[in-house]
């Protein structure tokens, strides 16, 4: 018994792929259907989005999903979407192009983006002082070896918590940078 492939082709592809089933296509008549696919404000260059399909076809091909039609090569060639291929399931990631971010963005409130940014800048203002504070420890004692084991545990208690605001600073960074808007 073979074994079902799993491939991850482009959503908007795989669906552009379908209505063109037995149908000879190329790949600049496939990306110019692909373009009218996305919104005026996030589509790519012409040439960026053909080298994408073009390198997906050959996935494709090398899955025999696609076909080269009647054995046609160089440019203009033209492919043959051959939907029985029982030995391959295609399954739909998200387009490159379609703005997977800014939709994560766009769900997100007003309100929330800027309570991030605020978290933002309130954990560097603490972690600067936290920094601030280890480093004056270190001079007092390093100057005055008499303090030194007075300043001790309020140096490494200084430092520990630089070291758990730097991973709070880094968590709300992470979860900016997730969602999409500028730090």
């Given at each position: 018994m073979k074994k079902t492939e799993r491939l991850h082709v482009d959503k908007i592809l795989i669906e552009l792929l379908r209505k063109q089933s037995g149908t000879p296509f190329s790949n600049t008549s496939i990306r110019d259907m692909y373009l009218l696919q996305l919104p005026e404000g996030q589509q790519?260059?012409?040439?960026?989005?053909?080298?994408?399909?073009?390198?997906?076809?050959?996935?494709?091909?090398?899955a025999k999903v696609v076909e080269r039609h009647a054995g046609s090569t160089g440019r203009g060639c033209k492919f043959i979407y051959r939907s029985e291929?029982?030995?391959?399931?295609?399954?739909?990631?998200?387009?490159?192009?379609?703005?997977a971010n800014e939709q994560v963005e766009?769900?997100?409130?007003?309100?929330?983006?800027?309570?991030?940014?605020e978290?933002?800048?309130?954990?560097?203002?603490?972690?600067?002082?936290?920094?601030?504070?280890?480093?004056?420890?270190?001079?007092?004692?390093?100057?005055y070896p008499a303090l030194r084991s007075a300043v001790k545990a309020q140096y490494h208690e200084s430092r520990e918590r630089s070291t758990k605001l730097l991973g709070q600073l880094r968590a709300v960074e992470s979860i900016i940078t997730t969602i999409g808007f500028p730090a």
């Open positions: 790519p260059s012409r040439n960026q989005l053909r080298k994408h399909i073009y390198r997906e076809l050959l996935r494709l091909e090398s291929n029982k030995g391959t399931v295609l399954e739909a990631k998200p387009s490159p192009f379609s703005g766009s769900s997100m409130d007003v309100e929330t983006q800027r309570a991030l940014q978290e933002l800048s309130k954990r560097k203002v603490e972690l600067i002082a936290s920094i601030g504070e280890a480093e004056e420890y270190q001079r007092l004692y390093q100057k």
